[in-house]
């Protein structure tokens, strides 16, 4: 029988591969703008402790639960029991709902790149416009937003059709090194300009609220961190899970549970010391928004005359990396299902043709999501937007609600549940130790499995449900 799975080439390509899949619009677009949102340094020290306490434990056990039974989500969770087959499918739709936005907004970062790689050579990249001008004009050009869209489903149809090691790992090998060096770049220019340690102070020190103007909410604080943590780290959707499958039995689990979240954390703050400096030295607020990679980022950079047109380039650039590592991880997720449950019933199919399936289901979910243009196309019927909460009344935010909102935190929850209640923690043990491999922080995830992580996560998925809705 043909096996179309594949393996890591090494575990170094795993480590890039999870940290790509971590690594992405979350960490460039939703940590800096909610860290905005929340008074910059206390919400800092909230994430740190979801990271902690749920991320490094969610990231352990759905490696155990891919490397421990060698399948995709639906097929490794039925493996462990029958019954919980339903939770391997979390996974796969979330992965398959996310790609059904994500890569549209992958799509704006193509687009304001090329924007400012045209202006590079004196040319108009954006028709004169500011930045909330030319965002608004775009996003009301569907047709535009689809095109940049299938470009960027074409690009991560080609680095996952080419296969584990010679398709995703060899992408994220180049790409995520690639990514910290812009960032590294875009960082060291910032700290030039004129009043930019404004930004560090908003980003370490408790000055962040009074400088933002905020009053501090910690619940809304804490709900914001919990679901950027849920989302940033890749948990809940089966990515990790299907990465955790291709590993081999000599990778330590327990080291990588900590390394991937410690880089993704590490991404996000660099981020926000490529966003904050640069926003404070143009006299900029911290509190953009949503619109903070896009519409706040337009105007820094263009206020910075020629240079910023570089350095707008590379940023722009550093977010395609960033969500195409993050694109390849979700694709593949619905494509080992597939590969996986076709090699199952004894009909192999081929990569290339599994992906080609997944690639063409994930542009029909995104083409309505390019059309609604983020609810100004009004395509949301009325009795939907009765009961959404005020700025959650687009199509993005509905299916937002079911992947990130609902599916992603509910799948780690129940995940837990079963390892740590119905396996029992010796089953992840004799996983983790295999090869002579030392599980250094064994106790820290016992009680973590059992009680931390679930309750927190009941906490997460709670407060982002009410947070989509009106009650």
């Known amino acids: ?189 910032n700290f030039t300009l004129e009043g930019a340690s404004q930004g560090l102070v908003y980003m370490f020190t408790t000055k962040g609220m009074e400088m933002a103007g905020t009053e501090f909410n910690f619940i809304t604080a804490c709900r914001m961190a919990a679901g950027q943590m849920l989302f940033s780290c890749s948990l809940g959707m089966g990515a990790m899970i299907t990465y955790g499958s291709y590993l081999g039995k000599d990778a330590n689990i327990s080291k990588n549970a900590w390394i991937i979240p410690a880089a993704d954390t590490s991404a996000a703050i660099l981020a926000g ?14 509190k953009g928004g949503p619109g903070l990679l896009f519409m706040t980022m337009h105007d820094t950079f263009t206020s910075m005359g020629w240079i910023g047109n570089v350095i707008g380039f590379l940023f722009y650039l550093l977010v395609i990396f960033a969500g195409i590592s993050s694109c390849i991880s979700l694709m593949e997720v619905t494509s080992a299902h597939i590969i996986d449950s076709s090699a199952a019933k004894s009909k192999p199919m081929s990569r290339k043709k599994a992906v080609g399936i997944v690639t063409l289901i994930m542009v029909v979910l995104s083409i309505p999501v390019c059309l609604d243009q983020l609810g100004m196309g009004s395509i949301i019927p009325p009795f939907y937007n009765s009961f959404m909460a005020e700025g959650s009344k687009d199509l993005l935010d509905v299916y937002d609600l079911l992947s990130e909102g609902i599916m992603m935190p509910l799948g780690a929850i129940l995940m837990c549940l079963i390892v740590g209640w119905k396996k029992g923690l010796n089953w992840m043990e004799e996983e983790v130790e295999l090869e002579g491999n030392k599980f250094h922080t064994k106790k820290f995830f016992h009680i973590c499995v059992k009680y931390v992580t679930p309750l927190v996560m009941v906490f997460v998925l709670v407060a982002l449900v009410l947070s989509y809705i009106n009650v």
């Open 1 to 189: 029988m043909e096996n179309n799975r594949g393996s890591w080439g090494s575990n170094l390509g795993f480590i890039m591969a999870a940290i790509g899949s971590a690594i992405g619009m979350g960490n460039l677009w939703g940590f800096p703008y909610k860290m905005g949102a929340n008074g910059g340094f206390p919400f800092l020290i909230i994430y740190l402790f979801f990271v902690i306490t749920c991320g490094v434990v969610c990231m352990g056990v759905e490696m155990v639960i891919g490397r421990k039974t060698g399948k995709s989500p639906v097929l490794a969770m039925s493996q462990l029991g029958k019954r919980y087959k339903i939770v391997g499918w979390f996974g796969v739709l979330s992965a398959t709902i996310i790609m059904g936005f994500y890569t549209m907004l992958v799509g704006y970062a193509v687009r304001y790149m090329l924007g400012f790689g045209i202006q590079i050579f004196g040319a108009s990249g954006f028709g004169g416009m500011g930045g909330t001008d030319f965002f608004v004009g775009y996003t009301c050009s569907p047709w535009v937003v689809l095109a940049f869209t299938l470009l960027t489903f074409a690009l991560c149809y080609i680095i996952v059709a080419g296969g584990i090691e010679t398709g995703i790992e060899k992408f994220n090998k180049v790409g995520i090194p690639a990514l910290f060096g812009i960032l590294i770049v875009i960082i060291i220019y």
């Open 273 to 286: 010391l490529a966003i904050f400096p640069a926003v404070f030295a143009q006299g900029g607020s911290p």
